[in-house]
């Protein structure tokens, strides 16, 4: 055996250790394991809808103070700040979304929702079929390792628990309220979601954008109601609706590039009251997806040029034309900047071993996270996915999505990942600087 140099051989055991999560950040995580499942149970068992999240934020808020966070509640509806501040260095924004869905719960679980709400006139189950419970248990578990572990970085650490992310009001809620402008400008901001098809053990990323805009488009088509067994006296609105409804096909394969993405998905039709009745109106409400502005501009044009153009051939007045709405209020794309990738790769690679830090590939659904980092600051921000499923479930391909009745995170694995990638990419953020 050759000689080695006691600082050469300091390396090499540092380095042989570069694949394992820092003993002292194990250590905190393994003590507090049992506590974290338990919070996440109670969580899943207590959902609360979005904008109706008073006992969830109280809860969350309630553990970060007493671990020694700077809480202030009720920031744009039920948002909470929690700030703790460890000497001179950069400000890093960690946010939580907190709200539920309004939907029965299947997976049988011992600990599955039994609660109901009030939605839409109707009394319903509600469940966490996003993952939002174990968001925030991957957040406060975090929280309580920086918190236990200060000597090991410095600076400013701002956890948001963001409400009503479901329905994507939540951030610019916090936004609105003068988050930046109270508590600070993040240098960078991060955040992960659970993920119904990565094992659990593992994330996933991908750079640029992964998620897309989304947003909610009525479209209002007027006619002149008749008869049903005299429809030569109608202008039939049913009819061109479902002209309307075809043609809007044609936005995606033959207006849009082919090499850019775009949805386009009627979810809904409604009018009329009978058989034998030509409706005056019909109501056709559409989801709309896109990633970048110059396409989302075109799809809206050709939305509103199809429309007129079914009515005008249909032989409408002008003051029968059909009614565009599209709201101002919509969900972003989320832009996951590249030197954010690349710094999380790192992080994460070193701390769960880079044969688990997988490609992600974008998807068209959509997250109010990407509006942290769309203000006028530009703060540098990056989302990943957090693997839950466990390997039988991989293996039977059992893999309910997001939103399911039957989507459940494994708790343990889920959040001893989430909380060592995390620790592990804030307290080398807080290194660097930024």
């Given at each position: 055996?050759?000689?080695?140099?006691?600082?050469?051989?300091?390396?090499?055991?540092?380095?042989?250790?570069?694949?394992?999560?820092?003993?002292k950040?194990?250590?905190?995580?393994?003590?507090?394991?049992?506590?974290?499942?338990?919070?996440?149970?109670?969580?899943?068992?207590?959902?609360?809808?979005?904008?109706?999240?008073?006992?969830?934020?109280?809860?969350?808020?309630?553990?970060?103070?007493?671990?020694?966070?700077?809480?202030?509640?009720?920031?744009?509806g039920?948002g909470?700040?929690?700030?703790?501040r460890?000497?001179?260095?950069?400000?890093?924004?960690?946010?939580?979304?907190?709200?539920?869905?309004?939907?029965?719960?299947?997976?049988?679980?011992?600990?599955?929702?039994?609660?109901?709400?009030?939605?839409n006139?109707?009394?319903?189950?509600?469940?966490?079929?996003?993952g939002?419970?174990?968001?925030?248990?991957?957040?406060?578990?975090?929280?309580?390792?920086?918190?236990?572990?200060?000597?090991?970085?410095?600076?400013?650490?701002?956890?948001?628990?963001?409400?009503?992310?479901?329905i994507g009001?939540?951030?610019?809620?916090?936004?609105?309220?003068?988050?930046?402008?109270?508590?600070?400008?993040?240098?960078?901001?991060?955040?992960?979601?659970?993920?119904?098809?990565?094992?659990?053990?593992?994330?996933?990323?991908?750079?640029?954008?992964?998620?897309?805009?989304?947003?909610?488009?009525?479209?209002?088509?007027?006619?002149?109601?008749?008869?049903?067994?005299?429809?030569?006296?109608?202008?039939?609105?049913?009819?061109?609706?479902?002209?309307?409804?075809?043609?809007?096909?044609?936005?995606?394969?033959?207006?849009?590039?082919?090499?850019?993405?775009?949805?386009?998905?009627?979810?809904a039709?409604?009018?009329?009251?009978?058989?034998?009745?030509?409706?005056?109106?019909?109501?056709l409400?559409?989801?709309?997806?896109?990633y970048?502005?110059?396409?989302?501009?075109?799809?809206?044009?050709?939305?509103?040029?199809?429309?007129r153009?079914?009515?005008?051939?249909?032989?409408?007045?002008?003051?029968?034309?059909?009614?565009?709405?599209?709201?101002?209020?919509?969900?972003?794309?989320?832009?996951?900047?590249?030197e954010?990738?690349?710094?999380?790769?790192?992080?994460?690679?070193?701390?769960?071993?880079s044969?688990?830090?997988?490609?992600?590939?974008?998807?068209?659904?959509?997250?109010?996270?990407?509006?942290?980092?769309?203000?006028?600051?530009?703060?540098?921000?990056?989302?990943?996915?957090?693997?839950?499923?466990?390997?039988?479930?991989?293996?039977?391909?059992?893999?309910?999505?997001?939103?399911?009745?039957?989507?459940?995170?494994?708790?343990?694995?889920?959040?001893?990942?989430?909380?060592?990638?995390?620790?592990?990419?804030?307290?080398?953020?807080?290194?660097?600087?930024k």
């Amino acid at each position: 055996m050759r000689h080695i140099l006691p600082s050469t051989f300091v390396l090499l055991l540092l380095s042989s250790f570069a694949l394992i999560k820092p003993p002292k950040m194990a250590q905190i995580l393994a003590d507090d394991m049992d506590f974290l499942v338990e919070f996440y149970k109670t969580r899943h068992q207590n959902p609360e809808i979005s904008l109706e999240e008073k006992n969830t934020a109280g809860a969350l808020a309630r553990e970060l103070k007493s671990i020694g966070y700077d809480v202030t509640e009720n920031v744009g509806g039920y948002g909470i700040v929690a700030i703790l501040r460890n000497g001179k260095g950069p400000q890093i924004l960690y946010r939580t979304d907190m709200d539920a869905l309004p939907m029965a719960e299947k997976t049988g679980l011992d600990y599955r929702s039994l609660v109901t709400t009030e939605y839409n006139g109707s009394t319903v189950g509600t469940m966490h079929s996003c993952g939002h419970d174990m968001h925030m248990t991957t957040l406060l578990g975090t929280a309580r390792v920086m918190a236990k572990i200060k000597d090991q970085w410095k600076g400013t650490l701002m956890l948001i628990g963001q409400p009503a992310e479901e329905i994507g009001a939540g951030a610019k809620m916090m936004l609105d309220a003068g988050l930046y402008q109270k508590f600070g400008v993040p240098d960078v901001g991060v955040g992960l979601h659970c993920n119904p098809s990565i094992p659990a053990g593992q994330i996933g990323v991908a750079e640029g954008f992964t998620m897309a805009t989304t947003e909610s488009i009525d479209i209002r088509v007027f006619g002149v109601g008749a008869h049903g067994a005299t429809p030569h006296m109608s202008i039939d609105p049913v009819v061109m609706a479902s002209m309307i409804v075809m043609e809007l096909q044609t936005i995606v394969s033959r207006s849009i590039k082919p090499i850019d993405d775009a949805v386009i998905t009627v979810g809904a039709i409604k009018g009329g009251t009978k058989h034998n009745i030509i409706p005056d109106e019909v109501t056709l409400q559409l989801s709309v997806r896109t990633y970048t502005q110059e396409v989302r501009a075109l799809v809206h044009r050709r939305i509103r040029e199809i429309t007129r153009g079914v009515a005008i051939a249909a032989g409408l007045p002008e003051d029968k034309m059909p009614e565009v709405i599209i709201p101002d209020v919509y969900t972003p794309a989320n832009y996951n900047y590249p030197e954010m990738v690349a710094k999380l790769k790192s992080s994460a690679s070193r701390a769960i071993g880079s044969q688990n830090v997988v490609y992600a590939e974008p998807q068209m659904v959509g997250e109010d996270f990407s509006r942290y980092g769309q203000t006028e600051h530009k703060v540098p921000t990056v989302l990943f996915w957090l693997g839950t499923v466990t390997d039988e479930k991989i293996k039977a391909n059992d893999l309910p999505g997001l939103h399911s009745p039957y989507y459940f995170p494994e708790p343990q694995q889920s959040i001893e990942t989430g909380v060592t990638v995390m620790t592990t990419l804030l307290t080398d953020l807080f290194a660097e600087g930024k």
